[in-house]
């Protein structure tokens, strides 16, 4: 079964880095696109970031533009997402989520979240 | 960007009744809108795409229309496990946006 595992969030300070990442498992990673979602603390869902199946192209929210990264590893079956510059609006719970093929821009699977905290 | 915007923010309903939630993009889209479940304290699911197809394993009660910048999504008989926010998605395009959640109880 399809299986998305993040891993990497915690609390940091204003204006540090964190890398998130999120183990697939259970269907052919590198035919998949994948995106990153978060979800501030009693909010709504916000799409943070974009990589197609080869990581060939990327997108970004502007809200996270210049300061966040999306990246992925085929042969680890790994997404990632480094975080820089972070700030307070930044709190959330990130997800990472499998495109339904390699460039659909809608999410079938979902992982469990891990909770970012921006706070000194 | 395009901007989406769902009606009513939250809603409370009977069991069995015809529940109806509306997201409207400020730009044509076709039809690449796509709902989501999110029950309480968990993960969003996808429930339908291309604005009316039926994810796999999703109750025939849930159906969706629209097309262009008008969209709907309806429960046909409203359940006690319906409870839940349901958030509409556009997907044209990046950026990616979801509408604003609709917020659905029973009364």
């Known amino acids: 079964q399809v299986q998305l595992v993040e891993s990497g969030g915690g609390v940091v300070q204003p204006g540090r880095s964190l890398r998130l990442s999120c183990e697939a498992s259970?269907?052919?990673?590198?035919?998949?696109?994948m995106h990153w979602v978060r979800q501030a603390p009693g909010k709504g869902l916000e799409w943070v970031a974009l990589?197609?199946?080869?990581?060939?192209?990327?997108n970004y929210a502007d809200s996270v533009k210049g300061r966040f990264t999306i990246s992925r590893d085929n042969s680890k079956n790994t997404l990632y997402l480094q975080m820089n510059s972070l700030r307070a609006e930044d709190t959330a719970v990130y997800y990472c989520?499998?495109?339904?093929?390699?460039?659909?821009?809608?999410?079938?699977?979902w992982g469990q979240g891990t909770l970012v905290t921006i706070s000194s | 960007d395009i901007q989406m915007t769902q009606s009513p923010s939250s809603l409370s309903a009977s069991v069995g009744d015809r529940v109806t939630i509306t997201c409207r993009a400020s730009?044509?889209?076709?039809?690449?809108l796509a709902w989501y479940q999110q029950k309480p304290g968990k993960v969003p699911k996808l429930l339908i795409y291309?604005?009316?197809t039926l994810q796999s394993g999703v109750p025939s009660r849930f159906s969706g229309s629209g097309s262009g910048t008008d969209f709907t999504l309806t429960i046909s008989s409203l359940q006690p496990e319906d409870v839940a926010t349901y958030y509409c998605?556009?997907?044209?395009?990046?950026?990616?946006?979801f509408g604003g959640g609709t917020k659905v109880e029973i009364k």
């Open positions: 989520a499998r495109d339904l093929s390699w460039n659909s821009y809608y999410f079938d699977y």
């Open positions: 259970g269907f052919t990673f590198r035919s998949h696109g």
């Open positions: 990589i197609w199946h080869d990581g060939g192209d990327k």
């Open positions: 730009q044509g889209i076709r039809d690449y």
């Open positions: 291309a604005s009316s």
């Open positions: 998605q556009k997907y044209n395009s990046a950026p990616l946006t």
